[in-house]
């Protein structure tokens, strides 16, 4: 996956949770990038057709930028699961962040075998709780004394 497809996934989860246009605001704090940042991709985004901005309404995925949007947020559950179900990780979300830029769909597709993903991925995923319903129960982290 790679930069273009993280914001096509972070768009589409925010665009999920707003119910209509994402705020470019908003795709900068997903992504903990400045709004001038998410700006400029938005920008390119828009110039490959993936995406369309209109100024003070948001951010909106064409046809292509959902599927596009879709299939990375499939690769990152698989990532995510495989991370929580799989190793154990604890640190599992921050751990998918950094992993799902690097990782290319071959590995993802090989992860996916190990996980056995589910046929309703990656609707399995809620925007609002950041999480895939098919994650093993994991302790809640407790706050640092």
Same mark, same amino acid.
């Given at each position: 996956?790679?930069?273009?497809?993280?914001?096509?996934?972070?768009?589409?989860?925010?665009?999920?949770?707003?119910?209509?246009?994402?705020?470019?605001?908003?795709?900068?704090?997903?992504?903990?990038?400045?709004?001038?940042?998410?700006?400029?991709?938005?920008?390119?985004?828009?110039?490959?057709?993936?995406?369309?901005?209109?100024?003070?309404?948001?951010?909106?995925?064409?046809?292509?930028?959902?599927? +596009?949007?879709? #299939? %990375?947020?499939? /690769?990152?559950?698989?990532? !995510? =699961?495989?991370?929580?179900?799989?190793?154990?990780?604890? $640190?599992?979300?921050?751990?998918? +962040?950094?992993? #799902? %830029?690097?990782? /290319?769909?071959?590995?993802? !597709? =090989?992860?996916?075998?190990?996980?056995?993903?589910?046929? $309703?991925?990656?609707?399995?995923?809620?925007?609002?709780?950041?999480?895939?319903?098919?994650?093993?129960?994991?302790?809640?982290?407790?706050?640092?004394?």
């Amino acid at each position: 996956m790679n930069t273009a497809d993280q914001y096509l996934k972070a768009i589409y989860l925010v665009q999920e949770t707003e119910d209509g246009p994402a705020a470019t605001g908003s795709v900068a704090d997903a992504l903990d990038v400045s709004p001038a940042s998410a700006n400029e991709m938005i920008g390119k985004l828009e110039g490959r057709g993936l995406a369309e901005h209109e100024k003070y309404k948001g951010v909106s995925l064409t046809d292509d930028g959902i599927v +596009r949007a879709r #299939e %990375a947020l499939s /690769d990152y559950c698989i990532i !995510e =699961r495989f991370l929580a179900n799989v190793l154990e990780v604890e $640190e599992f979300r921050a751990e998918a +962040r950094s992993l #799902e %830029a690097v990782i /290319d769909d071959t590995v993802a !597709e =090989r992860l996916d075998t190990i996980i056995d993903r589910s046929p $309703e991925c990656p609707d399995c995923f809620d925007a609002e709780t950041d999480a895939c319903e098919y994650l093993a129960e994991v302790e809640p982290e407790s706050p640092a004394d």
